[in-house]
């Protein structure tokens, strides 16, 4: 039997756990799941059996080749040798190939459907299966092809093994005694449970304890009145459609349940038996809860400007066709019932006030008066390739300030050299430094971090009005970089994109023809009606449409009275139609520029040319004498990577857990900044330091934005897991 290597006591005691009884294993994510899988399969899986892994994921079954790959490195192994192997099969794989390969014996990852048919066709040797080992046991149910894997192969050959794992307890709480339901359809009868809060558990990850900083950073006022406006929506909607269909269980869909992912497949879940009864509205409004889900994640985790382009993107997604206004809809038409709220026109307004300002505006200046650009501003904004008619606001999200302050505190943010080389010294004075290793959750908040670092080092974009001159004691012209707002290149980038692309999407809809027209049908009167109530803004906008354009709604929920308000939704709308506006008069002028101005686009492309000629000429011995004092290998001390929680440790699966794992294991850091609170990532970090000892991570920051619905999503997620595991105590001692 090979030998177990770099397991802590608790992980080697589950390992023989499920090495003494077949049994469902069920573990606290972040315990190490994927490390229990491969130790599993690299004991059980040889030439001389037949072992076969279902319900795993393409990315469980290359995450599990790499953690193979790894266990059998810097090994001496003889040709001969029966090594762990794993062997895919898929829909490429014909039927000779497949018998063959199942001859052979060993470990082989085969999909439900294929292996289902080569049993009942006998192309499977019964007599050499020796077991089955079912991951992500929480997705088996009494339907699943996997249960009938499980029936058929028992069948044939009663000796199988069956070994279950899973990392979602929460999966098991759902509906009536579901662990014995599970336990029944996988023909197991024991199950085995690993809370964080087990006392092998706990002995194990407290004797290395983690020096963790918690970080609350609070939230801008701007962002508040977004979390207020999407929860009203998402109260409103769930309550709506709770009415409506009478088949939503209210403990378990909820404002607070609605905060995580598994939410919207919980939904459907419910109402799937009796989807072909639901009317379109009902449809509409399930998958509106999932829009709104995202936008409740997207107020914390994007930026104002990814923010706003997201949601101009729902607003042009649910345009009402042509012919019909906002308040004229035909019926399942597939527009999103909650764009027609007071809380959206809030959500709207308060989206874009973040991002910019127009000219002559009411209230665009801290006094109250109406917002005046400045020629000499109007330079400004020219120069960067912004429209004329706004001001940036950009606000800029607080948690990257504040880890902009971390970087800088640690030693590696790479602003100047005499802060970097003081910093790095009093830094390197406690013991030797390695990598910062920052985390977020998504992809997108990586690019953002990576953007935000980059783009530290430019000097800000500043832009003055002649309001900002009177808030600071009436400048002059001469001093208008004292009196200017400085917002980072980052995001001034963003905005000119922004713009772009507003000014993109309004072409396409003029050239399709018929929806510009009706978007601009829908703004007018509201806009009328804000101009004769002389308030401006979107308050003055919040006024009841004629009776022939109201919309007729049944029910007497607050959402059905805020949807039969009529043109309540036009104000959103007349916001995104003056986005449209700017962006194509900023397009038209850009583009008059270009062909009027040919001399200006002469000397540009003229200046690049003489440089790439002076490179070619002069700077090339220069770079080859000069490249080793400005390029080489970087000190560990002065490397931050950014890397993100794979979307599968949060689903169920192992294989992001195992991913977080190994980069903490290639990369060695001495600093973690969590960037988004993520249990399962603690917990790795926790097994990390127990494995590599006491003192290798210096520090691990736990960034959290302060009363938030990322704080809220957090705590309900351990609070949830905690509640589960005990549930399944209690419902196992029943069994």
């Known amino acids: 039997m090979p030998t177990i290597s770099g397991l802590l006591p608790f992980q080697r005691q589950i390992l023989d756990g499920l090495m003494d009884e077949d049994a469902l294993c069920i573990m606290a994510r972040g315990l190490g799941l994927g490390r229990i899988l491969a130790e599993l399969a690299r004991i059980c899986a040889t030439p001389r059996a037949l072992v076969f892994l279902v319900n ?36 490429e794989t014909n039927a000779a ?82 662990v014995e339901k599970t336990l029944k359809v996988l023909g197991l009868r024991h199950v085995q449970l690993w809370p964080r809060f087990h ?49 939503l269980d209210p403990d378990t869909i909820n404002v607070e349940s609605c905060l995580f992912r598994y939410f919207d497949a919980m939904v459907k879940r419910m109402l799937a038996p009796y989807w072909h009864r639901l009317s379109p509205r009902a449809r509409g409004m399930a998958a509106d809860l999932a829009s709104l889900r995202k936008i409740a994640e997207f107020v914390t985790a994007y930026d104002c400007v990814s923010l706003l382009k997201y949601l101009d993107t729902l607003l042009i997604a649910n345009r009402p066709p042509a012919g019909f206004s906002s308040g004229g809809m035909p019926p399942g038409s597939g527009t999103a019932e909650w764009l027609t709220s007071d809380s959206a026109n809030i959500l709207y307004s308060v989206a874009r006030s973040r991002v910019f300002r127009t000219a002559n505006s009411s209230g665009g200046n801290a006094d109250g008066g109406p917002l005046r650009i400045s020629d000499g501003c109007k330079g400004q904004l020219r120069s960067a390739g912004l429209p004329e008619t706004i001001m940036p606001v950009l606000e800029v999200p607080p948690k990257l300030e504040l880890l902009a302050g971390v970087l800088e505190e640690i030693g590696v943010a790479n602003r100047t050299p005499t802060t970097q080389q003081g910093l790095v010294g009093r830094s390197s004075s406690s013991g030797a430094c390695g990598p910062v290793l920052i985390m977020a959750a998504s992809a997108k908040e990586c690019r953002m971090i990576r953007a935000y670092l980059g783009s530290a080092s430019a000097p800000p974009v500043c832009f003055a009005s002649d309001g900002a001159k009177r808030q600071r004691g009436g400048s002059s012209g001469n001093d208008e970089d004292q009196a200017c707002a400085k917002h980072p290149r980052m995001m001034v980038d963003l905005l000119r994109g922004f713009f772009k692309w507003k000014a993109s999407m309004t072409g396409q809809r003029g050239a399709s023809g018929g929806s510009t027209t009706a978007v601009a049908v829908a703004a007018r009167p509201a806009q009328q009606q804000g101009a004769t109530a002389g308030s401006g803004g979107v308050n003055g906008q919040l006024r009841r449409a004629p009776p022939t354009k109201r919309r007729r709604v049944r029910g007497g929920s607050a959402a059905a009275a805020v949807a039969g308000s009529g043109a309540i939704r036009a104000p959103a709308e007349a916001l995104e139609q003056e986005s449209n506006d700017i962006a194509l008069t900023q397009t038209r002028a850009q583009q008059s520029e270009m062909g009027a101005g040919e001399d200006g686009e002469y000397e540009s492309a003229a200046g690049v040319d003489s440089a790439s000629s002076d490179y070619d000429s002069d700077d090339e011995l220069l770079f080859e004498t000069t490249f080793d004092e400005h390029f080489g290998i970087l000190p560990s001390s002065d490397t931050i990577a950014v890397q993100s929680y794979n979307a599968a440790a949060a689903s169920g699966g192992g294989g992001g857990s195992w991913q977080a794992s190994n980069i903490l294991e290639t990369l060695q850091p001495t600093h973690v900044v969590m960037y988004d609170p993520d249990p399962a990532f603690i917990r790795l970090v926790e097994v990390y330091q127990a494995t590599a000892g006491a003192g290798r991570l210096k520090h ?22 905690r509640e589960s595991f005990e549930k399944l105590i209690r419902e196992k001692a029943t069994l």
Request: glycine share 4%; aromatic share 4%.
């Open 97 to 178: 190939a497949r018998a063959q390969l199942y001859r052979q014996g060993g470990l082989v990852s085969v999909t439900s459907r294929i292996l289902i048919v080569d049993l009942l066709n006998s192309l499977v040797p019964a007599q050499l299966v020796t077991g089955v080992i079912v991951h992500n046991a929480s997705r088996v149910s009494a339907e699943s092809s996997e249960a009938f894997i499980l029936r058929v192969a028992r069948q044939q050959n009663p000796r199988v093994f069956v070994k279950a794992l899973s990392d979602a307890p929460e999966a098991f709480t759902l509906g009536f005694a579901p």
């Open 199 to 247: 006392v092998a558990v706990q002995r194990d990850l407290s004797a290395t304890e983690v020096p963790v900083v918690e970080l609350r950073q609070p939230q801008t006022r701007a962002m508040e009145e977004l979390q207020q406006a999407v929860l009203d929506c998402l109260s409103a909607m769930i309550s709506e459609l709770s009415s409506a269909t009478k088949l």
């Open 700 to 721: 691990v920051y736990f960034m959290v934005y302060d009363n938030s619905l990322e704080e809220q999503r957090y705590l309900s997620g351990i609070r949830r897991e």
């Open 56 to 91: 795993a994921t393409e990315q469980d079954e290359t995450d599990l080749q790499q953690q193979l790959m790894q266990l059998r490195s810097g090994e001496e192994r003889a040709e001969n040798d029966e090594s762990a192997r794993l062997q895919t099969v898929k829909n």
